[in-house]
């Protein structure tokens, strides 16, 4: 099945057709800047140019920057907050006349790489929970190859603030941090999510993970750790896979 993900971040809206069977992308990634500010309209009107792009009339599913629940908006942090409470699905299919499937952006990478990815190998009792780093934080956790949706573990306190405040990607380019510098952030941000949660697995994705071997050795985990196999095309997947799931049942 041949299915329009859609990744919307908080700095760029990406988006191509996604073979779900394979789990790869059929056409080229096409990304445009998220508007500022990140209102609906604004958004959707950005969604409705990548759907225009493809010259699309399929499902479409959307990785989204908040906690979602049954496709309404229930936080943002890196969006307008005139977003919380909509039923963000409903006005993206108004809009681009196609069925449409919300979730959360990091649950939806996350489970691109548990079905075609880093957690293909893991088993029934294992934890594996996949990290984003990129304008926030963001994190998906899994039990066995079952989501548990919504973690948002971006706001963990660190150095007495949210995580992705002290070790986002987004942080790491404002400061000017050397790729030392944020992973060792990084790392401590990860070290309290392993006090936490001791998974078996971590995974990590956002744009950062293109230069994963460069900064790997600076992280002291217990906790095995590896990137993303399909980097940055992980949420893109993922909310395509989401998408044709749903749309089974």
């Known amino acids: 099945m ?15 057709i996604v073979d779900t069977k394979k789990g790869i992308l059929i056409t080229e ?9 990140a ?22 599913g ?7 629940r049954q496709e309404i908006v229930k936080t943002a942090s890196n969006i307008d907050k005139s977003w919380i409470g909509m039923n963000a699905a409903d006005q993206i299919r108004k809009a681009t006349k196609c069925p449409t499937h919300l979730l ?10 548990m079905k075609f990815g880093a957690g293909v190998l893991q088993k029934k009792n294992d934890t594996t929970m996949m990290v984003a780093a990129g304008t926030g934080i963001g994190t998906a956790l899994f039990i066995g190859k079952k989501l548990v949706p919504n973690t948002e ?10 995580g992705e405040h002290y070790a986002a990607n987004s942080v790491r380019k404002a400061e000017d941090l050397s790729l030392e510098e944020w992973a060792g952030r990084f790392n401590e941000y990860l070290i309290k999510l392993e006090s936490l949660f001791w998974p078996d697995l971590f995974i990590m994705g956002g744009g ?3 230069k994963f071997e460069e900064f790997e050795h600076f992280f002291t985990l217990d906790t095995r750790i590896v990137a993303a196999s399909t980097r940055n ?8 896979l989401a998408a044709k799931n749903l749309l089974k049942k």
């Open 2 to 16: 041949k299915v329009l993900g859609i990744d919307i971040g908080g700095t760029g809206i990406k988006g191509a």
């Open 29 to 37: 990634r096409v990304r445009i800047p998220t508007p500022d500010p």
């Open 39 to 60: 209102t609906p309209q604004a958004v959707i009107d950005t969604v409705i140019e990548l759907v225009r792009e493809f010259d699309y009339k399929g499902p479409i």
């Open 62 to 68: 959307c990785g989204f920057p908040a906690a979602v």
């Open 104 to 113: 959360n952006d990091v649950d939806a990478a996350g489970l691109a790489e």
């Open 153 to 162: 573990l971006g706001f963990i306190q660190v150095k007495n603030m949210p």
């Open 208 to 210: 950062i993970s293109k």
């Open 233 to 240: 095309h992980a949420g893109i997947i993922g909310a395509a």
